[in-house]
DNA sequence: AAAGGATACTTTGTAATACAAGGTATAGAA
DNA sequence: TTCTATACCTTGTATTACAAAGTATCCTTT
């Protein structure tokens, strides 16, 4: 990812905001992203599954092993009640903070 | 800053932006974004003055020594062409990556 | 049948960087 | 005199995205 450091503070913000929708896997997170973005934010694994378990860790979101017909299993997300109000928190504070860079990064001079 | 990540990949954008614009010293542009942004975004010194000699370091701003009449010296920075295309090239970046997050985290579900 | 790719998760080590906390020095206000 | 604002600097630390490696299954292609 070229934007590497762009990513930092607001990888777990998108992790947060895609498993509110439901449960979700890891695998299918990055893919949702990619497709969600068009390729701009293509989540490595070495970013994803480290930033899930400290998520869980936080007590953001809960995780849960689902076997598939095939055996294979998988590790499903959910938010938590505590992860839900800090979701929100996040939100409003990306809202402010992408804001503000933008001002400050607006070709129009200031005045 | 409660922010810190986030701001993390930004700053280097947000002082060149500035720096665009004229000539500036680091005391000043820390005001400048502070004002901008309604404090929202509040550069402390140790993040600052790093940044700067970190993109003059990659030849994307100059500085140079200006006395004032009381005798005290400030260092004013200024782009360089190398860095003028840098800043262009991240401007971009910047819309597309926050647009990007923007678009995850939004609170409509998908569809 | 073998090879490759997609799926799906994991771990270890590294590089980058915002900031806390300390420092220096001057000028003006309380 | 003490404090605040101005104006610069440095060292050490915590955080974290990612590279790179591993494990294992399934399906498609050669």
Known sequence: MFER???KGSLGLMLMALVEQGPMYGY???KEIRALTDDVIDLKEGSLYPALHRLEKE???EGFWQ???DGVDRR???ITAAGQAVLDER???WSRFSAAVSKVVS???SQ
């Open 59 to 61: 007590g953001m979101i």
């Open 5 to 7: 450091e762009l990513l």
């Open 28 to 30: 299918l997170i990055a």
């Open 107 to 109: 070709d129009a001079p």
């Open 76 to 78: 499903y997300y959910r």
């Open 91 to 93: 939100r409003a504070q």
């Open 67 to 69: 076997r598939r017909e």
